[in-house]
């Protein structure tokens, strides 16, 4: 009997355990990484075990902000990502919606065993998840980006605050996340030319549907820009410079000539590559301070 009941229990906490690895998994890659190396980077890396504080606090945050939009874009993932909880039945939207509260009190308060100034963070990243899903934010592309602003620097900052040595931040970690935050803002409408189809279902104005040549041409250029300004700014060396140059413009080029869905689902991978490489830049002026 003690054998059965574990058994079933233990099924019931993979099953569980898989539902939440599905609400994440598919920004591993856009969020976890990069925050990640970002905090590293810019704390920098004070041990193991804030490196683990760190993915622990960005994972659940993460969870957060996925089943949140998740359980408001479930027409969309059942065409873009039908492989999704929703899509597939593992939980309903009304549960998700539940859940997603659950994980706003849970994260909060796990955020304030850090300290008040992560519980902010946590605070910050609700809010703009919830203008982002409850106010509509997400419907067009000014509001999406600024929006997109407030996710990826509150997760930067409680990241940073997790990873290093100390809780405050420093000159070069604000530099850091001002730049982060300029740099999303001006480049991540390359997560939306693979959800083009989805999204107009949902009547939403990304700027790939507003404006489909403009966005192309925008992303190549933008992307050159950064990856011209970045190793200047930071002062990395020359070869890892002229390489983060030719990997932006790469990048860029496949945005605007390879224009299929599967490509632009291939390009947004190397897309992230490129803004972890950018993550990685101020690591510099750290082993300098």
């Known amino acids: 009997m003690f054998l059965h009941l574990f058994a079933r229990e233990l099924k019931r906490v993979h099953y569980h355990t898989t539902t939440a ?62 492989w999704r909880p929703i899509p597939t039945c593992r939980i309903t939207a009304s549960e998700a919606l539940v859940l997603r509260w659950l994980l706003v009190g849970i994260n909060i308060a796990y955020s304030a065993v850090y300290g008040v100034d992560v519980a902010l963070a946590s605070f910050a990243l609700f809010i703009t998840t919830f203008v982002y899903d409850e106010l509509g934010f997400a419907g067009h592309y000014v509001g999406k980006n600024f929006c997109n602003i407030g996710g990826y620097v509150s997760l930067e900052i409680g990241a940073t605050k997790l990873i290093g040595s100390v809780r405050s931040l420093d000159s070069i970690s604000l530099k850091a996340c001002c730049i982060s935050g300029a740099l999303i803002f001006t480049t991540i409408q390359a997560q939306d030319f693979a959800d083009v ?52 413009a790469f990048v860029g080029l496949r945005y605007y000539l390879l224009r299929t869905t599967e490509s632009d689902k291939r390009s947004y991978v190397l897309y992230n590559v490129w803004l972890i490489c950018a993550h990685l830049m101020p690591l510099k002026q750290r082993l300098l301070a």
Do not use: Y
């Open 21 to 82: 690895a599905l609400f994440t998994v598919a920004d591993v890659k856009t969020i976890l990484l990069p925050i990640t190396v970002f905090a590293c980077a810019t704390a920098p890396l004070h041990s193991i075990t804030h490196l683990l504080s760190g993915v622990v606090w960005t994972w659940f945050h993460q969870l957060m902000c996925n089943v949140s939009n998740q359980a408001r874009s479930s027409e969309e993932d059942a065409v873009n990502k039908p």
């Open 197 to 248: 189809e989805g999204d107009k279902l949902l009547g939403r104005v990304t700027i790939p549907i507003w404006a489909p040549e403009g966005s192309r041409v925008g992303t190549l250029v933008l992307m050159c820009a950064w990856s011209l300004f970045l190793p200047w700014f930071w002062g990395v060396g020359a070869s890892a410079g002229m390489a983060f140059v030719a990997t932006g």
